[in-house]
């Protein structure tokens, strides 16, 4: 059974820093794309950031562009999701997604969001 679990969440300061993980079960990492995504109450859902397989290409959404990091640990079968100078805006459920295979641009596929495999999401709260 393909799964994806992601942890990491949690409540933190405005300027402070978490990591996500996003650990795969059932199915090995290597050939697959990485997306994280969030959704925040009454917003809609947002590509973060992205990672395809191979080459390890990224993605970063506008907003968290200098202050999140994307990585992939293929023997650990985990991507993770540093996030460094977090700010209130941040706040939302965030939500690990996969693909396999090939994909042209990882920026369209971040925007698109379309991904076969989802977990079932962290939740980050940024406040003071």
């Known amino acids: 059974q393909l799964q994806l679990v992601e942890s990491g969440g949690g409540l933190v300061q405005p300027g402070g820093s978490l990591r996500l993980s996003c650990a795969a079960s059932g199915f090995t990492l290597d050939y697959y794309a990485i997306g994280w995504y969030r959704q925040a109450p009454g917003k809609e859902r947002e590509g973060v950031s992205c990672i395809s397989g191979g080459m390890g290409n990224t993605y970063y959404a506008d907003s968290v562009k200098g202050r999140f990091t994307i990585s992939r640990d293929n023997a650990k079968n985990t991507v993770y999701l540093q996030m460094n100078s977090l700010e209130p805006e941040d706040t939302a459920v965030y939500y690990c997604?996969?693909?396999?295979?090939?994909?042209?641009?990882?920026?369209?596929?971040?925007?698109?969001?379309?991904?076969?495999?989802w977990g079932q999401g962290t939740q980050v709260t940024v406040s003071s």
């Open positions: 997604a996969a693909i396999y295979g090939r994909i042209t641009s990882v920026q369209a596929m971040c925007v698109s969001g379309s991904y076969s495999y």
